[in-house]
């Protein structure tokens, strides 16, 4: 359906057809949205399966099928994509050697990664999954700054281990399922996985996963791939591909595998949780404007795994929300910081300051970046944060609500970094005088930054649409969760 | 028996071609004769094979074996296109026709051992296929250290052969036949019999070179020319992959657990003793040949699982896999060429700026081979994994075992992984001052990188392909 459009723009050669293909994307997604709102209106109220799916039989004999689907979630998942790879598109715009190839894995790339979101097949999912990943390699490999191969390596390996201990959850589904089917719906509806076996599997899938989406102690990735990396791609890194680790925990490993929660969720509850804090911590005494925000990542995507487990409905909505929101603002700072380090050739808290005065346009997108991370009410970031402390307030118990509490402070800790880097780079004397000479952004670049801000924007003033679009999608399958797990199954 | 015909057919053409042209001159017209030749095989042979016994029961075939067969002609098809550069060089062109002789005579010593029935046609079929072999590795006997790599692998093939028959000759003394049906119909699990699976598989294990079983096949790939150690790699191995499944399978079906966790041990050794020494290799041919001996602990995964799909899975493997690495050999075997005869890995250094297509094609054949996806190594690596532990409890502790073999195994295609990109980042992102300079291959480069190229991407993505297999390996 959709991703033969997606995959027929690999061929793209020159910045036209790419603004062309994301564009077209980018309408496509919206158009996606819109008609998937529609169809939901005329389907029962209490229930919202799966829709537009489609599905091809592959490997008949090993039962694995080409299908696809989306909800409420993986909807919201493209159209973030989609925004992305738009803005990304443009913040590239003056790559400079082998413009082509650049394109190319960049293309690849967000191809994985809609493949990945619309996927309801466990192979073809896990395929999407590693066609995404290593693009990410030659990018940073190649185009990156800094210690670029070693940032390239030691991403690239670690996401591999995860996908690692993917294969091994993806083969214990498959098997302990009754070995039919690899359709996760399907799967989940039978739901006669053994739960000694639910339980030996679900850290394989959760820790593959999670090392995407940078849980504690897997996330040393991060911040090297991210600091190393071209301004596009940390961009979509960031803003999507550490999604797809949450996207994976939420679909496949407590989806498929309710009975294992009671017995891991706890011991995931506390990564997540030393994530979150540490993740800001380690950002205060980050001097580098990218390692600031790669740890800040860490942080806010450790929230996301950190809502999911605390299975209210609530937290879950959250959970998407902030994979939304963070996205977007993520991708806005990645933007505005590798268009400064662009001009004033360094990231170094410590040699900038007073941009404001030189470079007003970027800086204000600086501050609305920093200021919908820290969680400015009117900004994306203040919805899906309020949305998951107040979901993961409602479990009762004293260990989720110790866990909630420290896991709030890291909102005055992100108060603390994001304003002090403001403080110092924008606001102080001008160490430099060749910062005099530096101009504002061009044209390209205030597409991408103004797209970017328009979003986080309606995100944090109009939430509720993207709110009604979710929940509609977690309903189910918390209700599908907390059946199989209160029936101890 | 249609492949072994058309087989001695195309020896004894080869042969008379070969005997009634003047050898002083460059015969331009043997190579694509000999092409043209092969594919004839392949093709006849291509369709499916009926079930069927001959020699009395001693010599079968059937529909998997016919498949695998066809994998090997397909492999030597290829190997065939790339010799020709290779063999129209000074030193090695007067000698063109035995090569093809030898290249005909290995590969149906290699069918005889796929189809045998009984282990002394079996034996007979292993000699035939390695002793032409050694001559083979020793081809270039005044270049390199081929010569050195043609004693090495003669004297690791008799030893091995000894070790064979002299766990065959305990079979013997148990079974008192030698006939497939025959000793598995009367197996025990006395110590006799397991002293004789354990020679016999270590007789087998040093044809495969798997751990701890390998140390002829590093000296061997780097010493004999390189369309030989593409032909060694793939095709030798393969055909031993295929009959130690097999007879495993058939005739050692009643001590399943023994060997099963013989293999274990094996796999497991393999995969990570290779991954840890091709790390550190520079030689690109060296490099290789620890990489193939990693690939062959993964194609023994597969005959873990002990069913039906254990056959689909390797042969499916051994196919992807004869398309990857003829893939790299064929690019390591074109850069040769016109780098002096140096296979150093610095070579690629910076080798994207001047060749850039031939550097595309090879990272895509280092993908397949460390199973990236959307190429044919992700699906057969998969399959692999997935005949490995079906039908296994994880709760129940051999079930936990065939788990956690497939886990070190999967650690280790991230290993894998690491130094396939060595080469990848070689030729992308380091700098030389003094890279290759630009070429342009021959049209047999292009062929057979053609169809390489094409095995790795539609192989895996068409699953027709799989299916055939496995409907073959059903029946």
């Known amino acids: 359906m959709l991703i033969g459009l997606w995959l027929s723009k690999n061929d793209n050669q020159v910045r036209g057809v790419m603004v062309t293909g994301a564009t077209a994307l980018l309408g496509l997604a919206i158009y996606l949205v819109f008609a998937f709102l529609e169809m939901r209106e005329t389907m029962p109220a209490d229930q919202y399966p799966m829709l537009f799916t489609y599905s091809a039989p592959w490997f008949k004999a090993l039962n694995i099928e080409y299908a696809i689907g989306v909800d409420g979630i993986s909807v919201v998942m493209i159209l973030l994509s989609a925004i992305i790879v738009f803005t990304g598109t443009f913040a590239s715009w003056q790559m400079e050697p082998m413009k082509k190839e650049y394109f190319l894995w960049f293309v690849l790339l967000s191809s994985g990664v809609f493949g990945f979101f619309i996927s309801v097949d466990l192979f073809t999912m896990f395929m999407f999954y590693e066609v995404a990943l290593i693009p990410m390699y030659l990018l940073i490999g190649v185009w990156g700054t800094g210690p670029k191969e070693y940032a390239a390596m030691k991403l690239t390996l670690m996401l591999m281990g995860g996908s690692a201990l993917l294969i091994i959850g993806i083969l214990g589904i498959y098997y302990f399922s009754g070995a039919t089917t ?52 940390s961009m979509l890194h960031a803003g999507v591909l550490m999604k797809l680790g949450g996207y994976g925990c939420f679909r496949i490993a407590m989806y498929l595998l309710p009975g294992a929660l009671d017995t891991w969720a706890p011991v995931f509850l506390v990564l997540t949780t030393i994530s979150v804090v540490y993740g800001a911590l380690s950002a205060c005494v980050q001097t580098d404007l990218k390692y600031i925000n790669a740890y800040s990542s860490v942080s806010h995507c450790g929230m996301v795994l950190f809502a999911l487990l605390m299975m209210t409905q609530t937290a879950i909505t959250g959970a998407v929300l902030q994979m939304l929101s963070h996205g977007l603002m993520t991708a806005l700072f990645f933007a505005v910081i590798g268009m400064i380090y662009h001009r004033a050739g360094t990231r170094d808290v410590r040699y900038l300051g007073g941009l404001m005065k030189v470079v007003p346009f970027l800086s204000v997108g600086y501050v609305v970046a920093g200021l919908a991370n820290l969680g400015l009410p009117g900004f994306s970031g203040f919805v899906a944060e309020m949305t998951i402390f107040v979901g993961s307030f409602q479990n009762a118990d004293t260990f989720h609500r110790v866990c909630t509490i420290v896991a709030c402070t890291s909102i005055v800790i992100t108060a603390v970094y994001i304003l002090r880097v403001v403080g110092k780079i924008l606001y102080q004397k001008i160490p430099n005088q060749e910062f005099y000479k530096l101009h504002d952004a061009t044209w390209d670049e205030r597409v991408a930054v103004i797209g970017l801000i328009a979003c986080v924007a309606g995100l944090g003033m109009f939430p509720l649409w993207a709110d009604e679009v979710i929940n509609g999608a977690v309903a189910p399958v918390i209700n599908h969760i907390s059946q199989l797990a209160v029936a101890g199954l | ?207 495969i070179s798997l751990v701890p079983f390998h140390f002829w096949t590093a000296d061997s790939y ?204 070689a030729m992308y992102i380091k700098r030389n001052d003094n890279p290759l300079p630009t070429f342009t291959s021959s049209v047999n480069t292009k062929l057979a990188l053609a169809l390489c190229i094409a095995g790795i991407v539609a192989f895996g993505v068409c699953s027709g392909v799989y299916e055939w297999i496995d409907t073959a390996s059903l029946m």
């Open chain 1, 182 to 233: 690899m359709n996760i719906n399907e799967i989940a509806e039978m739901a006669n996985i053994p739960v000694e076996v639910q339980k030996i599997f679900f850290p394989f899938l959760f820790i593959g996963f999670g090392i995407l989406g940078a849980l504690f102690p897997f996330h040393t990735w991060s911040p090297d791939g991210h600091a190393s990396a071209p301004t596009a791609v």
């Open chain 2, 1 to 207: 028996m249609v492949p072994e015909v058309t087989l001695t057919l195309l020896l004894v053409i080869a042969f008379i071609a070969d005997f009634c042209s003047a050898k002083h001159t460059l015969r331009k017209w043997f190579n694509p004769l000999m092409f043209v030749l092969m594919l004839a095989h392949v093709l006849v042979n291509l369709g499916p094979t009926e079930a069927a016994t001959t020699f009395g029961g001693m010599y079968i075939t059937g529909p998997s074996i016919g498949v695998i067969k066809s994998i090997l002609a397909f492999g030597t098809l290829i190997v065939l296109i790339q010799a020709r550069e290779w063999l129209s060089r000074e030193d090695t062109a007067f000698k063109e026709g035995e090569f093809y002789m030898l290249v005909f005579s290995t590969l149906l010593g290699m069918n005889m051992m796929v189809s045998a029935n009984h282990f002394l046609l079996f034996f007979l079929g292993l000699e035939m296929a390695s002793v032409p072999m050694a001559c083979l590795v020793a081809f270039d006997k005044y270049r390199h250290n081929s010569a050195e790599a043609g004693a090495k692998f003669i004297l690791t093939a008799t030893f091995s052969s000894g070790v064979m028959l002299f766990g065959i000759s305990f079979l013997y003394g148990a079974a008192g036949t030698l006939y497939f049906d025959d000793v598995a119909a009367v197996m025990t699990t006395s110590p006799l019999t397991i002293m004789g699976l354990v020679f016999f598989f270590s007789g087998l294990g040093f044809k």
């Open chain 2, 222 to 425: 780097q010493g004999a020319p390189t369309t030989v150690t593409g032909y060694l790699s793939v095709v030798s191995k393969g055909a031993a992959a295929f009959t130690l499944c097999a007879i495993l399978m058939k005739v050692f079906a009643p001590v399943v657990e023994y060997w099963q966790y013989l293999l274990y041990i094996v796999i497991v050794l393999s995969i990570t003793v290779a991954n840890l020494f091709a790390i550190r290799q520079t030689d690109l041919k060296r490099f290789m040949a620890f990489s193939s001996i990693s690939q062959a602990g993964y194609i023994m995964l597969a005959v873990v699982g002990n069913s039906a799909m254990s056959v689909t899975a390797l042969s499916f493997y051994v196919l992807i896999y004869v398309a990857a690495n003829m893939a790299v050999f064929s690019i390591i075997s074109a850069v040769e060429e016109h780098n002096g005869g140096t296979v150093d890995m610095n070579s690629y250094d910076g080798l994207y700026k001047t060749n850039p297509r031939l550097s595309f094609l090879m990272t895509l054949a280092l993908f397949s081979l460390g199973g990236i996806p959307p190429f044919a190594g992700m699906f057969s690596k998969f399959f692999v994994f997935m005949a490995a532990v079906k039908g296994t409890d994880v709760t129940a502790t051999s079930g936990a075992l065939a788990y956690g073999v497939v886990f070190v195994a999967l650690v280790n295609t991230v290993v894998s992984l690491y130094y396939y990109l060595l080469i990848v980042k």
